[in-house]
């Protein structure tokens, strides 16, 4: 074959495979040649796609977001996304209350992206009820939304919030690695929902419990470490006693028994003994021996409790009894230390703080345990929080998206959360332990080292389709054992039954899939303790 | 026929009668004098020792507030400072003092007065079509009042898509058109029973006489029924003003009212702020108060009206 005769066949081939018309206008592409083609691009896309992700340089980095903080990527992201914006104002639904840990920044962001940011403040009992709204009608109104984690798998569900995982792969807001990121397992179950991304949080609730160390030494006691008051429930039922001076108005144990409140005790303290909400199958065991003995402890406790208990709600326990001198110790959230540090605002009375500014009156401690096999189990409750959920109608998702990676970046979130007229509290690694001066100045003494021990050990609440529906079971039963209505054994059995029966008319399986996802999410040792290793969808 | 005396257990069930009507009343002004720590003491605390009117001020005039307070800590791009004044978006402090309740106020206003209005206009309308004309036979009251047959939250999301589509949501006008459409059932079926009581041949008389329709309407059915018209006005009125769901729906930032507001008054560790509630509610009420003040008289005539049948 000659030279030209060779060159001629090479042409015929390069238009038989790519179909490009180079010297003629007449040559006809056969279907197999399309295929070959197509097949040819295809495997040359599919080789260059392996060889970026498998390189050693980090080639797959390059093409995500620029940037080396979350913060700066999602500025960079969002600068790049402007000019072609649908919008230009990324409106954020969030609960009253909490404006003043964004508005000081808005400003801020408008100067580094370009897009300006609308407060839409709803009242904060309703922020479920105005997502679920938006998932029905898609205004697109919100392009964020700030719910509880409780709220995600409905939202997710009904279809309001979007999956933004491809966002948190693309963006990296540095929440699983690096020095600033979520502890496990809260990272995991307040923002996925089946695996993926529904939310980044932007505040932090594990629960701690407040006592008076003052009162301890004054009986010659102490601690049984230094972050921590005792070491069981049974240890801490003790002491609830011994503490108890009802006749002088003080008494040794605060406790939530009003209703919707009252749950949160329940969930951490059965929990520690090792089993959880439902077993593999997906039946409830609020009827297993060790809730009804939970109950039986906490009714048994009511002894040391003021009756208003029955009545107050969670600020009212801190205010009237806790901040107040009348009370040994309480559960409760962030914002209880911050309320009983505070002598001037809330005029507490146990604030009281050394030449140095360490508390001396008021101590935080982490939350008891129960013994299991010689090992101590905690299950530190995480009632709320909040997080950031892109709405799916918004016209604007990935700027809404990259608001909320900035926002809750390492270093936003260090100033945004000590402001006044806000309430987020800590969540990131970098806030424990590396608080700015102003952040620990709202989270005075060793609270801020308790709580990033709280945040390893801390569970769910039931954080899946029908929570509402399961909590409310749950509530309404125990109230009626706390009133003596119902035996414990009769109120966790009635509890079991409803609990079943929510789970049956949801759907059994789709109920069991999103369980054994939240379950896996459980510090190890209850999910070791509750056997979740050996449970299949 | 003997003369009535006023006995003193008259006076007795009098005083209880009022007691039991104006506790709540009196308790709500009582808390809004109160520092926060009084809110909810156990014993209560009747009358404050320590009375306040911060509640007041965080309600009408939160910059007073911040000022007094030396403001809020804020920590920006200069690190920390405080922040005594108004800036709105861009610069605020928190919600809570950031902005004060008179949008809110102002959003009842017009919505209450102008969706009363709406919903007056077509109700009278409506009954005097109904009444008069048979307007649709027999069936078409019901129909108007199947509207209130079945929880508001049914119709509210499908308000919320309408809305949404023409551009309604956040708006006076789509306000007061909502208002307006879920308390015509009311309007029309309270005038109905008003012009149901007047006799319509003095219409008929005035029509003979040489009245147009609407004129002998205008002009004759509308002053005879007038303290009807007026005790359904305020009646609607208070519908108005105290409706949450359809405000807390159908509008964001540019619209609204008074019960909204109250359901934002929380802080993270003071719970809900019962005193500044008790305040913005004992504002509420004024306008209220005044306004049956001078209609009390029209208030009893229109509520007796049609009490001895013909």
């Not at chain 1, 030449?355 to 001396?360: A, H, L, R, V």
């Not at chain 2, 105290?242 to 009212?257: D, P």
Request: charged share 20%; proline share 6%.
């Amino acid at each position: 074959m000659s030279f030209d005769d060779k060159k001629q066949r090479i042409y015929k081939d390069l238009h038989r495979l790519w179909s490009m018309h180079l010297d003629t206008k007449n040559y006809k592409v056969s279907r197999r040649d399309l295929m070959k083609g197509m097949a040819g691009i295809g495997l040359s896309a599919g080789m260059i796609k392996y060889l970026m992700q498998g390189s050693p340089l980090g080639v797959r980095k390059a093409w995500a977001a620029e940037g080396g903080t979350p913060e700066e990527r999602a500025i960079n992201g969002a600068k790049a996304l402007f000019a072609n914006a649908k919008k230009k104002t990324i409106s954020i639904m969030h609960p009253s209350g909490s404006g003043g840990n964004m508005s000081p920044f808005t400003k801020e962001w408008k100067e580094l992206t370009g897009f300006d940011v609308e407060l839409i403040e709803v009242p904060v009992t309703q922020t479920h009820q105005k997502a679920m709204q938006e998932a029905v009608a898609k205004t697109g109104r919100y392009d964020l939304m700030i719910p509880a984690p409780l709220s995600l798998p409905e939202l997710a569900e009904a279809g309001a919030a979007l999956d933004i995982s491809d966002y948190v792969a693309k963006y990296d807001p540095e929440d699983s690695h690096g020095e600033n990121q979520l502890e496990f397992p809260v990272r995991e179950f307040g923002q996925k929902y089946k695996g993926r991304y529904y939310g980044l949080y932007c505040d932090g609730d594990v629960w701690h419990l407040s006592y008076r160390i003052d009162k301890m030494k004054e009986k010659g006691k102490a601690p049984f470490a230094p972050r921590l008051m005792v070491d069981t429930w049974d240890d801490y039922d003790k002491l609830s006693a011994e503490m108890n001076d009802k006749a002088n108005n003080f008494y040794g144990a605060l406790e939530y028994r009003s209703p919707f409140w009252n749950k949160f005790h329940w969930m951490t303290r059965f929990q520690s003994k090792g089993v959880l909400y439902f077993d593999g199958e997906m039946k409830s065991m609020a009827a297993s021996p060790e809730s009804i003995k939970t109950v039986e402890e906490m009714v048994a406790l009511q002894e040391f409790m003021p009756t208003e208990q029955f009545t107050y709600g969670f600020t009212e326990n801190y205010a009237q009894y806790y901040a107040q001198g009348r009370g040994f110790s309480e559960f409760g959230w962030p914002s209880l230390w911050r309320y009983s540090m505070d002598a001037k605002g809330a005029k507490s009375v146990v604030a009281g703080r050394d030449d140095k500014g360490f508390p001396i009156q008021s101590a935080p401690s982490g939350i008891p345990g129960t013994k299991v096999g010689g090992e101590t189990l905690r299950a530190v409750i995480m009632p709320f929080a909040w997080d950031f959920v892109v709405n799916k109608s918004s016209e604007i998702p990935e700027a809404a998206y990259l608001y909320a990676q900035w926002l809750t970046g390492p270093t936003m979130s260090m100033r945004s959360i000590p402001n006044e007229g806000g309430y987020f509290d800590p969540w990131r690694r970098n806030h424990f332990l590396k608080p700015s001066p102003e952040f620990f100045a709202g989270y005075p003494g060793d609270y801020l080292g308790v709580q990033f021990e709280e945040m390893t050990q801390a569970v769910p609440e039931i954080i899946m389709p029908g929570a509402a529906e399961y909590h409310d079971a749950i509530d309404k039963n125990l109230q009626a054992a706390y009133n003596k209505q119902k035996t414990p054994e009769q109120a966790m059995k009635d509890t079991a039954k409803e609990m079943d029966r929510i789970t049956k008319r949801r759907g059994k399986d789709k109920q069991k899939e999103a369980w054994i996802g939240l379950a896996k999410q459980y510090p190890e040792p209850l999910q070791k303790a509750a056997g979740v290793a050996s449970w299949k969808v | 026929m003997p003369p009535k005396r006023f006995t003193w257990y008259n006076g007795i069930g009098l005083t209880l009668a009022l007691i039991f009507a104006l506790f709540p009343v009196l308790w709500m002004i009582s808390t809004s004098f109160k520092p926060s720590n009084e809110w909810v003491r156990q014993p209560p605390v009747w009358v404050s020792g320590d009375a306040t009117v911060e509640n007041y001020l965080t309600v009408l005039w939160p910059s007073a507030l911040l000022e007094k307070r030396g403001g809020l800590t804020q920590y920006t791009e200069g690190g920390e400072q405080k922040v005594a004044e108004q800036t709105g978006v861009g610069g605020a402090v928190g919600d809570i003092l950031n902005k004060s309740a008179w949008q809110a106020i102002w959003g009842s206003v017009i919505l209450s007065v102008f969706g009363t209005a709406l919903s007056i206009i077509v109700g009278l309308m409506a009954a005097i079509s109904i009444a008069r004309y048979r307007f649709g036979g027999n069936t078409t009251p019901f129909f108007i009042l199947s509207g209130r047959m079945f929880p508001p939250i049914a119709i509210a999301i499908p308000f919320v898509v309408m809305f949404s589509d023409v551009g309604a949501t956040d708006t006076y006008w789509g306000l007061i058109l909502a208002y307006g459409a879920v308390t015509v059932p009311f309007s029309t079926w309270m005038l109905k029973s008003f012009i149901d009581d007047l006799p319509k041949e003095i219409e008929e008389a005035a029509m003979m006489d040489g009245m147009s329709r609407w004129g002998a309407h205008l002009r004759i059915t509308l002053p005879l029924i007038k303290g009807g018209v007026i005790a359904t006005t305020l009646f609607i009125f208070i519908l108005n003003w105290s409706e949450f769901l359809f405000a807390l729906i159908l509008a964001y930032t540019k619209v609204s009212t008074i019960p909204v507001q109250l359901s934002k008054y929380f802080s993270a560790t003071e719970g809900l702020l019962i005193g500044v509630q008790a305040a913005l509610a004992t504002v509420s009420i004024v306008p209220l108060v005044i306004v049956g003040f001078f209609i009390q008289k029209h208030l009893v005539r229109g509520l007796t009206l049609g009490a001895i049948k013909r």
